[in-house]
């Protein structure tokens, strides 16, 4: 090969030193812990009738007057509707971020260990996405889909997603659902199958957290003042839009409540509401921390119900 491409060197000069030492790192520890859904999950083993699909104290419409009138097996119809929903958005978010990386990676050199490490990590996704597709089967719900006008934006997005746009994503993506997965994994109401899902996924998800916020850190210095107030603004459009995803008036419809009822008393619950406040305290402090929070951001995050 003959001397690196402009863009190669750019790519290393951004990512060097540091950054290769972290993705190190990461690949080490990709070796020493990963996990493969497939052979790792008992598919095989019954499901526990009287077990939920998430804690019920998770559940948006926990602790409302309707949730209060609900049985005991309508409750559990509940849980398993909202875990089908929340799958189904983790697998649109992990396509998006792995479309991202692949996207980004045109412009890296593809010796460098930050290039080995995102593949890595796409390949954690990847089989992550096939470990909650069949989540959702075992469960014996069905998926979530999205209108066409989303599958639109989620298929121009990734070329948006660039510099600190693409690490915020992650962590948006990522981070919110991790905290909820740590605080939920060891309940004793959780169905088996469920928790030890979220015990893979949180294991090799702390690597792709580790990876965004060192990409964010390490941009700091650097990011100019544009990239600094995209980066810092967006994601307050995304929380409006998170808002939305995890109270879907659908999953109400398919366990059996009345859409618009169910739908109004999750997005006015105190229960609910302290629950997403848990899931983005970290996001919050750490966006705080490197500058990447607005007064329009923090105050869109406030209205979705996400910060006190
Ligand atoms: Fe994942
Ligand atoms: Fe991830």
């Known amino acids: 090969m003959t001397a690196p491409s402009r863009s190669h060197s750019t790519a290393q000069n951004v990512d060097a030193g540091g950054r290769q030492a972290i993705a190190e790192r990461l690949l080490s520890g990709s070796v020493k812990r990963s996990y493969s859904p497939v052979v790792d999950l008992d598919w095989d083993a019954p499901l526990d009738p009287d077990k939920y699909f998430l804690p019920p104290r998770v559940c948006s419409l926990y602790g409302t007057d309707l949730w209060n009138n609900l049985t005991e097996e309508q409750r559990i119809e509940m849980s398993r509707q909202e875990l089908a929903n929340i799958l189904s958005v983790g697998i649109w978010f992990e396509n998006l971020l792995n479309r991202a990386l692949l996207q980004r990676l045109l412009n890296q050199d593809p010796a460098s260990s930050v290039t080995h490490y995102a593949l890595t990590e796409m390949g954690d996704e990847c089989r992550h996405m096939v470990m909650f597709g069949r989540a959702i089967e075992r469960s014996g719900a069905r998926a979530y889909g999205n209108a066409g006008w989303q599958r639109l934006i989620m298929l121009l997005l990734p070329f948006g997603l660039r510099g600190s746009r693409l690490w915020v994503a992650a962590l948006v993506g990522e981070e919110i659902f991790d905290a909820l997965q740590r605080e939920m994994l060891d309940d004793p109401q959780l169905q088996p199958l469920i928790s030890r899902l979220m015990r893979i996924h949180v294991t090799e998800e702390s690597r792709h957290i580790g990876f965004a916020r060192d ?12 990239e600094t107030f995209l980066a810092a603004n967006l994601h307050g459009v995304a929380a409006l839009r998170l808002k939305y995803l995890f109270t879907n008036p659908a999953m109400y419809a398919r366990a059996g409540l009345d ?35 607005t007064r329009f951001s923090r105050r869109a995050w406030r209205q979705a119900g996400f910060l006190e």
């Open 215 to 226: 990409g964010i850190a390490r941009r700091r210095t650097t990011r100019g003042r544009w």
């Open 259 to 293: 859409k618009q009822e169910a739908t109004k008393a999750a997005r006015t619950n105190p229960n609910f509401h302290r629950m997403q406040v848990l899931g983005f305290a970290s996001l919050a402090q750490f966006l705080e921390e490197n500058g990447l929070m």
